[in-house]
Every structure is written in structure tokens, then in C-alpha cells.
């Protein structure tokens, strides 16, 4: 049981680049969430889905695409990355949204 | 508005003080409240949940409806709990599509150094 699992830890990206952040949980939990950690700002939720096929948009969520195909997968893509974007991100799940959330490890990101 | 407040960004205490970080929650409804805590470069770990009533590494949260707060306490500091320490509510709402779930947010945190 891996839990939630992010790729990658780090990544550093030139302003205009696109790319996509995995998270993968192989718990069956309905639940899955994207949050970005910034000093002074704890974290805010950028999108969310509370099942396959079903995404909504979080407190930040400009700048950003999610999908969710599978229960399993819930990929976050920057379609254009900004400095503004350099950020901690964590994805989170849980069971049907009425327990604890799991965290993945993060992916540390810097945009220049 | 629903809002959660930590007031304190960074507090300090010596090893075997008592501690306690606050958090207050602005809310309609009956949130669900959580502590959670991150050690230094280490994922998020749920630490408490109001609706469990348990002590997890000597720390204890009660739910005071009327001062709507969740502050978490312990009565002597440990160094291994420095960390950071987030109050999270659970609350059911109106999504942006019009549909209607659950949605954890969370305070700014608080640091917590204990000092030996």
C-alpha cells in the first residue's frame, strides 16, 4: 500500500513552460485534492474532485488544469508556468471526504 | 465569509512548558475540525479530529462552539514536536459547479519551536 504517491519531488521550469504534476492514491479513495504550500499563505486548495469524471475549482485556481479519468489518478497541469507558480504542491485524498486526508510528499516546483 | 484563523505565525516555548496554538473558525454549519502537523520536510500528518475526542502524542483539542475555537494543547512540550501545525475545517458547501460537498481548508499555520 503506497498510499499517495507525487512525481516529481523537484522541478524547475523556464516562465511559458507547461507540465504536469502526478498523483496517484491506491487507496480507492474518492476524494483527491491539490494544494499549494507557501510561506506565510499555509495551503490553498487549487481543485478538487470528489470522484472520476468530477473536478471543481479550489480558492487558487487560475493557471491550472486537473482531470480525473481514474479514481486512482488525479494529474494537476500548468498550461503556462509563471514565477507565481513557484510553490510546494500536495496532493492530498481521503475516503469520501468524512475522514482524515492523506498527503503525498510533494513537488517542490521553481519557475524562472 | 467561512474563515479559519491561527493567530500566532511562530510560537516558542521551553521543553516541559505547556503549549497551546490556537486556532478560531468562522463557519455556518457544524464543521468538522482537524490539527494537522508537518515535521520538518516531511508530507502533511493528520494529527486530530474533534469528533474522536483522542490524545495523539499528548495533545488534546476541544471544540468550543460558542468561542467557535479548536485550540491544541499539551500541558509539557516535547523538542520533537517542533513543527508545523495547521488547523483545518471540514465543511460541507456549494461547490463552483453548483454541486455540493465536502471541502477541507486550511489556517495559515502556526511554527512551534521547543527549545531544550
Known amino acids: 500500500n503506497a498510499g499517495v504517491t507525487q512525481t516529481p519531488k523537484f522541478q524547475v521550469l523556464k516562465t511559458g513552460q507547461s507540465m504536469t504534476l502526478q498523483c496517484a492514491q491506491d487507496m480507492n479513495h474518492e476524494y483527491m485534492s491539490w494544494y499549494r504550500q507557501d510561506p506565510g499563505m499555509g495551503l490553498r486548495l487549487i481543485h478538487y474532485?470528489?470522484?472520476?469524471?468530477?473536478?471543481d475549482q479550489g480558492e487558487v485556481p487560475n493557471g491550472y488544469n486537473v482531470s480525473r479519468s481514474t479514481t486512482e489518478d488525479f494529474p494537476l497541469r500548468l498550461l503556462s508556468a509563471a514565477p507565481s507558480q513557484t510553490s510546494v504542491y500536495f496532493c492530498?485524498?481521503?475516503?469520501?471526504?468524512?475522514?482524515?486526508?492523506?498527503f503525498g510528499s510533494g513537488t517542490r516546483l521553481t519557475v524562472v | 465569509a467561512q474563515r479559519v484563523t491561527q493567530p500566532e505565525k511562530l510560537l516558542s516555548v521551553f521543553k516541559g512548558a505547556p503549549v497551546e496554538l490556537k486556532c478560531n473558525y468562522s463557519?455556518?454549519?457544524?464543521?468538522?475540525l482537524f490539527w494537522y502537523v508537518q515535521y520538518s520536510r516531511q508530507r502533511l500528518q493528520l494529527l486530530l479530529r474533534h469528533i474522536s475526542r483522542e490524545s495523539i502524542k499528548g495533545f488534546t483539542a476541544d471544540l468550543n462552539k460558542g468561542e467557535t475555537s479548536f485550540h491544541l494543547k499539551k500541558p509539557f512540550a516535547q523538542e520533537e514536536d517542533s513543527a508545523m501545525y495547521y488547523c483545518a475545517p471540514r465543511a460541507w458547501g456549494v461547490s463552483n459547479s453548483g454541486g455540493s460537498n465536502y471541502k477541507l481548508t486550511f489556517g495559515k499555520g502556526t511554527l512551534l519551536t521547543v527549545n531544550p
Open positions: 474532485s470528489v470522484g472520476a469524471g468530477i473536478t
Open positions: 492530498a485524498s481521503s475516503y469520501e471526504g468524512i475522514s482524515g486526508y492523506t
Open positions: 463557519y455556518s454549519g457544524s464543521p468538522e
